[in-house]
C-alpha cells in the first residue's frame, strides 16, 4: 500500500465480517465514494482532492477488492454488501449526507438509500442497472458462477499474466483511455488474486433486479451521470432509471467512456459540485465554503 493513490489517508477497520480498507480526509458534511466492480478507493484519487476542500470524504474498498479483506464469500452480493458497508456506517458514526457510486457502485449507492437513515442523496456515474438480456441473461450468470465457485479460477485469471498492454486492451474495452499511471494500477489490481477473487464472486452473485423494482420509491434526490462513450454500460440505463426516479436529474458526458471520472475528473465534478451545491439543507448536504 505505501505506493497507493493517496495512501497517506488510508487506515483499516475492523468490522465484522470484513477487515475494511478505508480512505478519509476533509471537514463538512460526509460524502461516501463507492467504485465499481473490479476497481478500490484508487479510481477517486483525483475526485477525492476536489471534494475534500467542501466536504468530509470517506472512499472504502468493497468486500475483497482493492485492499478489503473478504469475511465472507457469501456476502458478495448486492443486498449483503450493502447491509454491511451501512454496518459499518452506523458503527463508525457516519452519516452520508452523499453517496456516490461508480457502476455497480451506483446500485449499491441507490440500495444505501433503501437502508441508511437519514436517506443520503445519490449521484451514480455510469450505473450499472441492466438486467442482461437474450443468451447474456444466462449464459454471463452461468460463467461467472462456475469461475468463482473454486479459488482456482482467479488463479487462473492471474496466472494468464497481468501486463500494462493486456490491461490497456481491457480498459479501451470499456471506452476509456488512461493515463500509464492508471493502466499501472489496474495491472496490480489483476495480478493480485484476491482482488480477482473477490470480483469474481461479486459478478456471480450480482443481481440488480431488487433495486430497479425500488427505484420509484427512492424519495432522496438523485443525480445520474452518464458517459456518452461508455462501452461497458449503455447509457440509456441511466436515463430511463432518472426517469423513474421521483427526484433525479440526469446529465450526460461527451466524449468520456465508462472510468470518465479517471480520465477527466474536472469535467465530471463539475455538474456533481453544481448540484450538490442545490441540495435543500435539509437533507445535511454541505453549502460551499466561502
Known amino acids: ?6 495512501n497517506a489517508l488510508s487506515r483499516r477497520i475492523a468490522q ?29 484519487r483525483d475526485v477525492i482532492p476536489l471534494l475534500a476542500g467542501r466536504y ?25 454488501m450493502t447491509e454491511d458497508i451501512a454496518a459499518l456506517c452506523d458503527a463508525q ?34 450505473a450499472a442497472l441492466g438486467r ?20 482456482l479460477a482467479a488463479m487462473a485469471f492471474t496466472a494468464a499474466g497481468a501486463s500494462p498492454a493486456r490491461t490497456r486492451r481491457l480498459i479501451a474495452s470499456t471506452g476509456s483511455r488512461l493515463s500509464d499511471a492508471g493502466i499501472d494500477y489496474y495491472t496490480r489490481l489483476t495480478a493480485d488474486r484476491e482482488h480477482v477473487d473477490g470480483t469474481l464472486q461479486m459478478m456471480a452473485r450480482w443481481n440488480v433486479d431488487p433495486v430497479l423494482d425500488w427505484l420509484p420509491r427512492i424519495e432522496t434526490p438523485c443525480l445520474m451521470l452518464a458517459a456518452e ?22 446529465v450526460s458526458l461527451p ?28 437533507l445535511g448536504a454541505a453549502s460551499p465554503a466561502r
Do not use: Y
Open 16 to 44: 465484522r465480517p470484513h477487515l475494511w480498507h478505508v480512505q478519509e480526509t476533509g471537514s463538512g458534511e460526509t460524502v461516501l465514494l463507492l467504485h465499481g466492480a473490479g476497481a478500490s478507493t484508487h479510481s477517486w
Open 93 to 126: 458514526g457516519w452519516r452520508p449526507a452523499v453517496v456516490i457510486g461508480h457502476s455497480a457502485g451506483g446500485a449499491i449507492a441507490l440500495n444505501l438509500a433503501r437502508r441508511l437513515q437519514p436517506a443520503p442523496a445519490v449521484i451514480c456515474l455510469n
Open 229 to 250: 462513450g461508455d462501452r461497458a454500460v449503455d447509457p440509456a440505463l441511466s436515463r430511463r432509471a432518472a426517469q423513474r426516479l421521483p427526484q433525479s436529474s440526469h
Open 56 to 80: 468530509r470524504v470517506i472512499a472504502l474498498d468493497l468486500p475483497g477488492q482493492g485492499f478489503t479483506g473478504l469475511g465472507s464469500r457469501a456476502r458478495c452480493n448486492l443486498a449483503h
Open 1 to 6: 500500500m505505501p505506493t497507493w493513490p493517496l
Open 255 to 282: 466524449g468520456l467512456g465508462h472510468l470518465a471520472h479517471e480520465e477527466d475528473p474536472g469535467a465530471v465534478m463539475r455538474p456533481v459540485l453544481d448540484w450538490l451545491s442545490d441540495l435543500p439543507p435539509a
Open 132 to 151: 442482461f438480456d437474450g443468451a447474456a441473461g444466462w449464459l454471463f450468470p452461468i460463467l461467472a458462477k462456475l469461475m468463482a465457485a473454486t479459488p
